[in-house]
C-alpha cells in the first residue's frame, strides 16, 4: 500500500508529465501563429504587386504607399508582440520555478510535521508507561474511577425517583379538592384565608383525607429534589477527583516534552497551511499567464487582432 507521500509524490511526477505536454503544444501552436501572421504579410506583398500592375499610375501610387505605411505598422506591433510574449514566458517560467521551489519547501514542512508527530506519539507512550509504574497516580486513578461510578449511580437513582413522581404524582394531581388546597398551601404557613373561607376548606381537607395525603405527596416531590442534590454533589466530587488526575497527567506530559513538542507540531501544521495558500496563490498567477499566452498562441492577443484590423481595413478600402 502506498503511503501519502509516495501517492502525492507520484501525482506530482503525473503533473510534471502533463505540463511538460502542454508546453510542447503551446510552443506548436505559437509557431503555426508566427506562420499565419507570417502569411498574411505575404499576402499583403501579393496584394502590393497586384496593386502595380492593375491600377494606374495615381492609384499605383496611393495604395502603395497605404501598403508601405501599414506593413511598417504591422511590424511594429508584431515586434511589440514578440517582445510581450518574451516577456510572458519569462514570466511563466518564474512562476514554474517558484511552484517547484514551494513544493520542495513543501515536503521539507510535511517531513517536519511527520516528525513531531511521531515525536508526540512516543513522548506520549513513554509517559503512559511511567503512569503505568506511578503508584500516586494509579492510587488517583482509581479514586477518579471508584467517584465516577458513584456519581453515575446516582443520576440514575435521582431520574428514577423523578419518573416515580411523575407516575405516582398523577392520582394526587388529578384530585381536584386535594390539589386546591395544594396550590392554596393549606397546613402550612403560608396559607392564608378569611374565616368563613378557612371552615370551608377544612370542611373540603376532611373529604379528600387532605393531611395524609399531603405528607405522602410531598414525600413523593421531595425524593427526587434530595437525591438530584446528592447527585449534583456526588457528580462534583468526581470532577475534583478526575481534575486532579489530569494535573497529575499534564504534569507527566510537561516533564517528559509532549508540551513542547505538541506546540512545535502546531506551529508546523499552521506554517504547511499558510504554505499551502501561499502556493495556490503562485498557482493561480501561473494559472493567469498561461491563459494569457493561450491568447498569444490562438492568435486572440491584442498585437495579433490589432495587425488583422489594420490589415482588412486596407484590404477594404481598394478594389485589387
Same mark, same amino acid.
Given at each position: 500500500? #502506498?503511503?501519502?507521500?509516495?501517492?502525492?509524490?507520484?501525482?506530482?511526477?503525473?503533473?510534471?508529465?502533463?505540463?511538460?505536454?502542454?508546453?510542447?503544444? @503551446?510552443?506548436?501552436?505559437?509557431?503555426?501563429?508566427?506562420?499565419?501572421?507570417?502569411?498574411?504579410?505575404?499576402?499583403?506583398?501579393?496584394?502590393?504587386?497586384?496593386?502595380?500592375?492593375?491600377?494606374?499610375?495615381?492609384?499605383?501610387?496611393?495604395?502603395?504607399?497605404?501598403?508601405?505605411?501599414?506593413?511598417?505598422?504591422?511590424?511594429?506591433?508584431?515586434?511589440?508582440?514578440?517582445?510581450?510574449?518574451?516577456?510572458?514566458?519569462?514570466?511563466?517560467?518564474?512562476? $514554474?520555478?517558484?511552484?517547484?521551489?514551494?513544493?520542495?519547501?513543501?515536503?521539507?514542512?510535511?517531513?517536519?510535521?511527520?516528525?513531531?508527530?511521531?515525536?508526540?506519539?512516543?513522548?506520549?507512550?513513554?509517559?503512559?508507561?511511567?503512569? @503505568?509504574?506511578?503508584?500516586?497516580?494509579?492510587?488517583?486513578?482509581?479514586?477518579?474511577?471508584?467517584?465516577?461510578?458513584?456519581?453515575?449511580?446516582?443520576?440514575?437513582?435521582?431520574?428514577?425517583?423523578?419518573?416515580?413522581?411523575?407516575?405516582?404524582?398523577?392520582?394526587?394531581?388529578?384530585?381536584?379538592?386535594?390539589?386546591?388546597? #395544594?396550590?392554596?398551601?393549606?397546613?402550612?404557613?403560608?396559607?392564608?384565608?378569611?374565616?368563613?373561607?378557612?371552615?370551608?376548606?377544612? #370542611?373540603?381537607?376532611?373529604?379528600?383525607?387532605?393531611?395524609?395525603?399531603?405528607?405522602?405527596? #410531598?414525600?413523593?416531590?421531595?425524593?427526587?429534589?434530595?437525591?438530584?442534590?446528592?447527585?449534583?454533589?456526588?457528580?462534583?466530587?468526581?470532577?475534583? $477527583?478526575?481534575?486532579?488526575?489530569? $494535573?497529575?497527567?499534564?504534569?507527566?506530559?510537561?516533564?517528559?516534552?509532549?508540551?513542547?513538542?505538541?506546540?512545535?507540531?502546531?506551529?508546523?501544521?499552521?506554517?504547511?497551511?499558510?504554505?499551502?495558500?501561499?502556493?495556490?496563490?503562485? $498557482?493561480?498567477?501561473?494559472?493567469?499567464?498561461?491563459?494569457?499566452?493561450?491568447?498569444?498562441?490562438?492568435?486572440?492577443?491584442?498585437?495579433?487582432?490589432?495587425?488583422?484590423?489594420?490589415?482588412?481595413?486596407?484590404?477594404?478600402?481598394?478594389?485589387?
Amino acid at each position: 500500500m #502506498w503511503t501519502g507521500k509516495q501517492t502525492l509524490q507520484s501525482l506530482q511526477s503525473g503533473l510534471h508529465s502533463v505540463k511538460a505536454d502542454l508546453d510542447r503544444i @503551446d510552443r506548436e501552436l505559437n509557431e503555426i501563429t508566427l506562420a499565419f501572421t507570417r502569411n498574411q504579410q505575404t499576402q499583403s506583398t501579393i496584394l502590393q504587386q497586384l496593386a502595380t500592375i492593375r491600377l494606374d499610375e495615381i492609384q499605383r501610387g496611393s495604395l502603395m504607399d497605404a501598403l508601405d505605411h501599414t506593413d511598417r505598422e504591422t511590424l511594429e506591433i508584431l515586434q511589440q508582440r514578440a517582445t510581450a510574449l518574451t516577456e510572458l514566458e519569462e514570466s511563466i517560467a518564474d512562476k $514554474e520555478k517558484d511552484i517547484e521551489k514551494q513544493a520542495r519547501e513543501r515536503d521539507d514542512l510535511a517531513a517536519s510535521i511527520d516528525a513531531f508527530a511521531q515525536g508526540v506519539i512516543d513522548a506520549e507512550h513513554n509517559v503512559q508507561s511511567r503512569l @503505568d509504574d506511578d503508584q500516586t497516580y494509579q492510587s488517583q486513578l482509581e479514586r477518579a474511577r471508584k467517584a465516577d461510578s458513584i456519581a453515575d449511580e446516582a443520576e440514575e437513582k435521582a431520574t428514577l425517583a423523578e419518573r416515580d413522581r411523575i407516575e405516582k404524582g398523577t392520582p394526587f394531581e388529578s384530585d381536584p379538592l386535594f390539589f386546591y388546597l #395544594w396550590k392554596r398551601h393549606y397546613a402550612t404557613p403560608d396559607y392564608r384565608a378569611n374565616p368563613l373561607s378557612r371552615a370551608l376548606d377544612n #370542611w373540603v381537607a376532611r373529604i379528600c383525607n387532605y393531611d395524609n395525603n399531603r405528607t405522602n405527596y #410531598w414525600t413523593l416531590l421531595e425524593i427526587p429534589k434530595r437525591l438530584l442534590e446528592h447527585a449534583a454533589a456526588v457528580r462534583a466530587a468526581a470532577d475534583s $477527583e478526575s481534575d486532579k488526575l489530569q $494535573e497529575l497527567e499534564a504534569q507527566a506530559a510537561a516533564e517528559a516534552g509532549v508540551v513542547e513538542l505538541q506546540k512545535k507540531l502546531n506551529t508546523a501544521e499552521e506554517q504547511l497551511e499558510q504554505h499551502d495558500n501561499q502556493i495556490a496563490r503562485t $498557482e493561480d498567477s501561473r494559472n493567469e499567464l498561461l491563459r494569457k499566452r493561450s491568447n498569444f498562441v490562438s492568435g486572440q492577443d491584442e498585437y495579433t487582432m490589432k495587425s488583422v484590423e489594420l490589415l482588412a481595413g486596407l484590404m477594404e478600402r481598394y478594389d485589387v
